[in-house]
C-alpha cells in the first residue's frame, strides 16, 4: 500500500471514529429518532428506537395534531368550540376520540367530587393565564361558577353524542387532553413496530419498550423541582412501560400584589388552589388518566388525592412549594 493510500485509510478511520464519539456524547444511539413540535400550547418531544422510527415518530406526531386541533379550546374549528356554542337540549354528535376523553374526563370528575372538572372553563377564561392575566372580581368568579358543574351535561359514549343541560356551560380540555394525545402517540408508535420510545407532551411522558440506556431496561424520569431551571429534578422515579404525568404550578402563574396565583383552578371556589402544593405526579398505564388525576390530586390535596389515586390503582408523588427556590417576578 502506498503512503498515500495509508494516510487516506488513516483519515477514514479517524473521521469514523470522530462520528462515533459525536454519536455518543450526543446521547443518541444508530436507528433512534428524536423529533419536537409545538402542540398543545407546549414543547412535545418524541423519541423512538427501532425499525422505521422516523417514520413512526412522523405517524405519531400527525396523530398528536389531529388530536391538537380537535380539543384546541381556542379554535373556532375545534370540537370543543362546537360543544361550548352549542345551546342546551339539542344532540352534539362527537367522534370517538371526544367520546374517550369526556367519557375518562367524568369518571375522574366523579371519583374526586368535582374536584376535576372540565366545565371550568368560563372560570379558567376570567383568569385569562394564556393572555394577560388578572384577579377577576369576586363576583365575576361568583357569576362564572354557576355554569360549572361536570353534571351539566350528559354523555351518550355508545351512540357518540352529548347534550348540554345550560347554554353557557363550556368545556375546556386542558387538564386531560395532553394526557390522552400522548396516549394515542404511544399507541401510533407501537403499531409501527418501533423497539422503544420515550414521549414527553409538556410534562406528560409515556415510554414503551426497554431504555436501551439501561441494562435492566428501567426508565428514569425526573420530576422537575418546581420553580428551579429546566432539568433540575426534586426526585427521579424509575419505571418500566408506564405514563408519568404531573401537573404543576410554576409554569403558568403571575404574581399580583405579591401574591401567587397559578392555573389550577378549584372548582368550588373559582380560584387557584392553595393548598401548600407546587406540584402533583402520577403515575398510571394510561396518561390521559394520570393527566386528569394529577389535576385532581392538586385540588384535593395529599390525603384525599391519595385516596383517589388509590381508587384508580396510580401511584403519586406530592411536592410541596419552597419559598426559598421560588421566583419573585
Ligand atoms: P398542565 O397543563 O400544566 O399540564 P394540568 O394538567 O394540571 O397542567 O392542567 C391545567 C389546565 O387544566 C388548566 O390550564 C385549565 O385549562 C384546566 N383546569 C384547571 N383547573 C382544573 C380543574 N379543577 N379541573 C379540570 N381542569 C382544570
Ligand atoms: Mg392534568
Redesign the pocket.
Known amino acids: 500500500m502506498s503512503i498515500k493510500k495509508i494516510k487516506i485509510l488513516l483519515s477514514v478511520i479517524l473521521l469514523a471514529v470522530l462520528c462515533a464519539a459525536l454519536y455518543i456524547s450526543s446521547g443518541r444511539r444508530a436507528g433512534e429518532y428524536s423529533e419536537t413540535q409545538f402542540l398543545?400550547?407546549?414543547e412535545c418531544t418524541v423519541s423512538a428506537g427501532g425499525k422505521n422510527a422516523e417514520a413512526a415518530v412522523n405517524a405519531a406526531f400527525e396523530r398528536a395534531a389531529e388530536l391538537d386541533a380537535l380539543f384546541d379550546?381556542y379554535s373556532d374549528s375545534s370540537i370543543v368550540s362546537e360543544i361550548n356554542n352549542a345551546s342546551a337540549d339539542v344532540e352534539i354528535g362527537i367522534d370517538a376520540d371526544t367520546a374517550s376523553v369526556l367519557s375518562m374526563?367524568n369518571q375522574i370528575?366523579e371519583a374526586s367530587g368535582g374536584?376535576?372538572?372540565?366545565t371550568?372553563?368560563p372560570v379558567?377564561d376570567l383568569w385569562n393565564?394564556?393572555g394577560e392575566p388578572s384577579v377577576p372580581s369576586s363576583a365575576a368568579i361568583q357569576s362564572a361558577l354557576k355554569s360549572v358543574n361536570y353534571n351539566n351535561f350528559t354523555l351518550d359514549s355508545e351512540n357518540n353524542f352529548l347534550v348540554k343541560h345550560n347554554t353557557f356551560t363550556r368545556i375546556?380540555?386542558?387538564?386531560?387532553a395532553?394526557?390522552y394525545a400522548a396516549d394515542e402517540a404511544a399507541k401510533t408508535l407501537k403499531e409501527s413496530g418501533v423497539k422503544y420510545a420515550l414521549i414527553d407532551f409538556?410534562?406528560?411522558v409515556v415510554t414503551l419498550g426497554n431504555n436501551p440506556k439501561n441494562k435492566n431496561g428501567i426508565w428514569k424520569i425526573g420530576i422537575q423541582k418546581p420553580f428551579a431551571p429546566t432539568g433540575e429534578y426534586s426526585e427521579i422515579i424509575e419505571v418500566t412501560e408506564s405514563a408519568v404525568?404531573?401537573?404543576?404550578i410554576y409554569?403558568?402563574n403571575f404574581t399580583e400584589n405579591g401574591i401567587l396565583y397559578h392555573?389550577?383552578?378549584?372548582?368550588k371556589s373559582g380560584y387557584p388552589?392553595e393548598n401548600g402544593l407546587s406540584s402533583v405526579t402520577v403515575v398510571h398505564k394510561s396518561s390521559a388518566v394520570a393527566?386528569?388525576l394529577?389535576?385532581?390530586c392538586?385540588?384535593l390535596g395529599e390525603e384525599h388525592g391519595r385516596e383517589l389515586a388509590e381508587k384508580f390503582g396510580a401511584e403519586v408523588y406530592f411536592k410541596y412549594r419552597n419559598e426559598q427556590t421560588e421566583e419573585t417576578k
Do not use: C, M, Q
Open positions: 398543545f400550547d407546549t379550546y374526563a370528575s374536584a376535576f372538572d372540565i371550568i372553563a379558567k393565564f394564556s375546556d380540555l386542558g387538564g386531560i395532553k394526557g409538556g410534562g406528560n404525568v404531573t401537573s404543576g409554569e403558568r392555573h389550577i383552578l378549584d372548582p388552589v393527566d386528569g394529577a389535576t385532581a392538586f385540588v
